[in-house]
Nanobody
Framework: QVQLVESGGGLVQPGGSLRLSCAAS????????IGWFRQAPGKEREGVSC????????YYADSVKGRFTISRDNAKNTVYLQMNSLKPEDTAVYYC????????????????WGQGTQVTVSS
């Protein structure tokens, strides 16, 4: 059974950091592109970052470029999203997803989704 489980969310002050984890089971994570998405209340789901399966190429949305870093630990079958210099506008539920998407963050190209983890940036 294919499953993705996110963890690492929480409440953090502006300027702080969090590291989200996306642990996979039922498949080898590096056989798929892995994307991180977020959805704030009343807003559409937004693609934040992704890492390709083929060569580890990465993509970042302009809103997080220079602050977020995606990485993959194949031995742990886990993908991470390191989030630094967090801003209140980063507040959202963050989801990881797996699919044959290359470096696209188009949600329709992802087949498997986690349940999400809440990130709240507030003083």
């Amino acid at each position: 059974q294919v499953q993705l489980v996110e963890s690492g969310g929480g409440l953090v002050q502006p300027g702080g950091s969090l590291r989200l984890s996306c642990a996979a089971s039922g498949f080898t994570l590096d056989s798929y592109a892995i994307g991180w998405f977020r959805q704030a209340p009343g807003k559409e789901r937004e693609g934040v970052s992704c890492i390709s399966s083929s060569d580890g190429s990465t993509y970042y949305a302009d809103s997080v470029k220079g602050r977020f870093t995606i990485s993959r630990d194949n031995a742990k079958n886990t993908v991470y999203l390191q989030m630094n210099s967090l801003k209140p506008e980063d507040t959202a539920v963050y989801y990881c997803a797996a699919g044959e998407a290359g470096t696209s963050v188009e949600p329709s190209e992802y087949d498997y989704w986690g349940q999400g983890t809440q990130v709240t940036v507030s003083s």
